[in-house]
């Protein structure tokens, strides 16, 4: 299997602003926050297989994942492809 990568931008849902559902998330367990990376960031590991990272900067937010990389490759690959989004904001 191929290494994929999803980004899902976290849109307006009921009441809730995306930096609120960005809030939201971040209460979940398994949370280590990640600095440098927009106005607030955030690696959530998923089980003993998988890590997300969500990034919130001013009103909008995104959560990104990659796959089919090792478990020491994911982290590092989703920081700086967070990056790179953020820059694009």
Do not use: W
Request: aromatic share 6%; charged share 20%; net charge positive.
């Amino acid at each position: 299997m191929g290494k994929r990568v999803t980004v899902t931008l976290f849109g307006p849902a009921g009441q809730l602003t995306p930096a609120n559902r960005f809030a939201n998330s971040k209460t979940q367990p398994n949370v280590t926050p990640v600095a440098g990376i927009g106005d607030d960031a955030f690696l959530r590991r998923i089980g003993g297989l998988a890590t997300h990272i969500y990034v919130k900067k001013g009103e909008a937010a995104f959560q990104l994942i990659v796959g089919c990389f090792n478990e020491n490759e994911t982290p590092i690959v989703e920081e700086t492809l967070a990056r790179d989004a953020v820059s694009k904001l």
